[in-house]
């Protein structure tokens, strides 16, 4: 009678190629990793298509030098699931085991030599939101400060007036077309953010979903403006 020895748990890696299997597990997550999630002794990774000869190769590598793991490779609603699942005896080991394959920077040496504590939390931010938010922020503001300037002779000195009277002059005549296309960027960065959050399956971080609920506050007094006009002219007269 035969007896078939289970795969050991240890990395048939040299120490080099530790580290440059490790750097370049991390290059494909920054790259390609969309989510992941965990139950006890199973990973699942889930990647952008794109990214499929990347990890076949990461698959096909790590099943040379971790034998004792299991692989299991497919392609499901328009990405690439990769699950990875350790066996029963490197259950006390497994957050270790696991750690490198969530890897977005250097990381310790190899996937199934690791013991260092799990990385951190990838940025929750998605794509070019940020940047939507902040063009959003400076039209809304801009269209707000065009209606503003109306009932500026009213507060401001004469001196001052005659300085500037032909730059408030300018910002009155453009505050329609302004207005017009703050509503037209905040609209488009709420449908921009709102499309990579699907397609990324990410949260917007909170700073730039406060920058949009203040665009859109602005945005909203900018329109009202022919409304909020009136009563703070009498206002300012009284």
């Known amino acids: 009678m035969s007896i078939v020895e289970a795969a050991p748990i240890a990395c048939t890696l040299t120490p080099g190629e530790h580290k440059d299997r490790v750097s370049w597990i991390a290059a494909l997550n920054r790259d390609a990793l969309r989510s992941h999630s965990r139950d006890g002794l199973v990973l699942e990774l889930r990647y952008a298509p794109e990214a499929r000869a990347r990890v076949h190769d990461m698959v096909r590598d790590e099943q040379v030098c971790c034998g004792f793991l299991a692989f299991d490779l497919h392609e499901a609603d328009g990405e690439i699931r990769l699950t990875i699942t350790a066996p029963e005896a490197a259950r006390e080991a497994a957050d270790g085991l696991f750690e490198p394959f969530l890897a977005r920077a250097a990381a310790p040496p190899c996937a199934c030599a690791s013991r260092a504590p799990a990385a951190k939390a990838r940025a929750n931010d998605v794509p070019g939101s940020k940047a939507a938010g902040v063009t959003a922020m400076t039209l809304s503001t801009g269209a707000v400060a065009c209606g503003v300037c109306c009932v500026l002779p009213f507060a401001l000195p ?20 302004v207005t017009a296309l703050a509503v037209l960027v905040v609209l488009g960065a709420w449908g921009w953010i709102a499309w990579q959050s699907g397609r990324t399956r990410r949260r917007p971080a909170t700073s730039t979903l406060v920058m949009m609920a203040l665009s859109t506050t602005l945005l909203t007094v900018a329109v009202l403006w022919p409304l909020i006009e009136k009563p703070l002219i009498r206002m300012l007269r009284a």
């Not at 300085?163 to 077309?177: C, P």
């Open 158 to 177: 004469a001196a001052v007036l005659a300085s500037t009277g032909t730059v408030l002059a300018w910002l009155v005549s453009v505050h329609v077309w």
